[in-house]
């Protein structure tokens, strides 16, 4: 409780309370309430006391009553309050004097009360409000805990940490920075601004302007002694109070141990560079700042570097389980990437959004006529590492968009590889594809959902699935194989394991159910493309 919320209490205000001095430290916390009458009784105090007294041991020589202040003070007391009447008329001006140069609110009361009873009042607030501060503890424990056995991570026990809260926190980690953050109302950069301005406060070599009200920092533990990093909150939303120090404590016990799992620290530091992209990508941040923000990062590209995303997405396979995106599974796959193109000189910033599943990569290369080069190189090493580490039955989608020289350019070229790579995990493996070209498959992948194009692929083609369904010769095979191969029979016939006559045969019998000749240009062009459209309409099913 403070001294103020103390002063408003029925008991004191009885008492007709006046502060003499310190007016502006009535926010000290009291911990406790002493009532005594001897003039050494700063050396009993151990500090956040309320201190009662008459006045009746007061010395009246000037320089006793400045030490009696200088001594309350040292001893750190929340405040004096001294009843005015029988043994003291008035408090004197040394002591007012005194009492306002420390700081130290001096409260007079004109009426007399029983001590004991103000007592009495503030020890039950206090005990009750600490009460009230372990059983909220205990819910937001449960409240996290729940969260981990879940199967969340430290992202959501900080995003629901700030909803709690009403303030925005940051994990940081001692001599790296934030290694990730959770707003609140406060936009992402506000929040990095905000954190910056504290960092130089705190830095005695830096120090210069006044970040505001203070924050709240709990260290976060290891094995052994050693401290990991912080947990911060700070009050941009709303004040902090002391439930924003329980719960930060009871987040801090929770992610200590979420810390020891395998790979957390880099899951975390993957989803705070996704968040940026996805920030840049949908124009979330302003783009003047983004070079700034990248470098704290640890993306740091050199002169008229070219700026090349690409998104990597898991497969859709219709009987395969993928691995998510986020999944520290993942891990060793990034950092093969990074290796690979930091052995090249090529700087590299690695994200994962676990809202899209997938995973955004920014590269930085010296020049446009080495961009499918690096990127066939980017590609080699994300496969090679997630067939070593996955042992995944269908490979990652990737999807690299263009090559831009300017921050403001990045954001449609994000976006472009990102939808590029969505709807490409639809269509057959590809090493990787390429979002600044014109291609049928995207197009056909962008059409899907479109009810033309399914009954394009059930007018031209349903002919022949009613056939298969009952008969043990399949024809779309067939055609399948004699489109592959542009027309050329032989070659048809061998990939099929037919004779010529039998490959005839069905060609005919193909013919009379469509009604078409597989000569007309026309009609090949059609059946192609519904051959290729129906593929993706299944996965799509699927």
Known sequence: MTVSAALRLPALRRGAPEVLAGRRHLDRMIRWVHAAEVPNIAALLKGGELLLTTGMGLDKAGAQQRLFIDELYEREIAALVIELGQHLRRIPDTMIGQAEKRGLPLVALHREIPFIEVTESIHAAILGRQFAALR?????????TELLLGGAGIPEILASLAQTIANPVLLEKTGHGVLYHAAHRAGDADVLAAWELRRHHDDPETSGKDPGEEAIAVPVPQAGSATWGRLIALPLDSPLDEYTRVAAERAVALIALTLMRSHQEEILSARERGNFLADVAAERVDLEDAPQRAGTLGFRPRGSALLIPLAIATPAPAHTQAVSADDSAWTPVWQALLREMHSRSIPSLVGTRTSHRDTLVLLAIPAAD???DLIQVAATAIHHAARRYLHAADPPVIAAGRAVASWRELPAALRESAGTASIARASPPRHWHDATTADIDRLLLTLRENPDLRNFVHQRLQPLIEHDRSHATK????????LDHQGRKTEAARTLHLERQSLYHRIQRIE??????????????GLHLALRARRYLERTTS
């Open 512 to 525: 009379k159910l469509l009604d078409s000749s597989l000569d007309d240009p026309t009609t090949i062009l």
């Open 370 to 372: 080495r961009r499918r």
């Open 475 to 482: 024809l779309l095979p067939t055609l399948q194989a004699l």
């Open 136 to 144: 909220r503890g205990e819910q937001i424990h449960r409240q996290f």
